[in-house]
């Protein structure tokens, strides 16, 4: 690293706010800080109005604010750029859009679990996301290593609840690990939450795992491979393809231009 430069800053975009999600961020902001390292700055930005409805309309929404959030980051000196959301809507063209490294929360996590094990088992917080992370699988070739997706009966209230009340927690928690075992049962070894929230519920305490099988804690991924991508940015290795067929060519000022101030 530069060791003209005193700290390197992380862009860290949510989909959430402080008003409904206010029990999530409580446990999420101080856990992002701790996995830091010296030398990190981690900013972490919400949304108002947040991601608050399972619908098309808002993920693209979102996808918008992903893709101005990295053009402003990279405007402002921010050396890398993370959406702290799994379904990692807009990922692409943000990183078709600036120089600097843009992760997302999905494709981090689903490429490190692929370390951990044989068969990665996908577990979504509510049945309406499981044909987006069925194209994720797809989108990011792991048709051969997911097991399957299933989902937890829920609604975004009853996980504020479960932050809050250890006896709400309990109750989602047996939900988690009943959902869990059928995905073991069709040969799932790894058991990645698909989002920040069933992340930090259930994942946060170390080595946490069902029956053995590892919970990924993607918040924790992701982070690493955000400071990761500016190691190796200052060692020479190159952010991603630009070359047309890629579809990561940047684009004119003419189109950033309409982008910004027409789209």
Same mark, same amino acid.
């Given at each position: ?86 379904? $990692? ?117 170390? $080595? ?56």
């Amino acid at each position: 690293m530069d060791a003209t430069k005193k700290s390197y800053r992380i862009w860290a975009q949510g989909a959430t706010d402080q008003v409904g999600h206010r029990n999530y961020l409580a446990r999420l902001l101080p856990h992002m800080q701790a996995c830091t390292e010296p030398g990190f700055e981690l900013e972490f930005k919400t949304m108002t109005p947040s991601v608050t409805t399972v619908h098309a309309l808002s993920e693209f929404r979102f996808s918008r604010a992903v893709v101005r959030g990295a053009i402003q980051a990279e405007r402002e000196g921010y050396d890398v750029f993370f959406m702290n959301h799994f379904q $990692d809507v807009g990922l692409y063209d943000a990183r078709a859009s600036v120089k600097i490294p843009v992760l997302g929360l999905g494709e981090a996590t689903l490429l490190h679990a692929c370390t951990m094990g044989r068969k990665l088992g996908l577990l979504a917080i509510n049945p309406a996301f499981i044909p987006t992370h069925n194209e994720q699988i797809v989108r990011y070739g792991l048709q051969q290593r997911v097991a399957g997706c299933r989902a937890i009966e829920a609604n975004i209230s009853d996980y504020m609840d479960a932050f809050a009340s250890p006896a709400k927690k309990s109750e989602m928690q047996s939900l988690f690990e009943r959902e869990a075992r059928r995905l073991i049962d069709d040969g799932a070894d790894v058991i990645v939450p698909t989002g920040g929230i069933p992340m930090m519920l259930f994942g946060e305490e170390p $080595d946490a795992n069902v029956d053995g099988a590892p919970i990924v804690n993607g918040v924790t991924v992701v982070i690493k491979a955000a400071e990761m991508a500016v190691k190796l940015k200052q060692l020479g290795v190159p952010v991603i393809s630009r070359i047309p067929l890629s579809g990561f060519a940047l684009p004119s000022d003419k189109t950033l231009d309409e982008f910004l101030n027409h789209g």
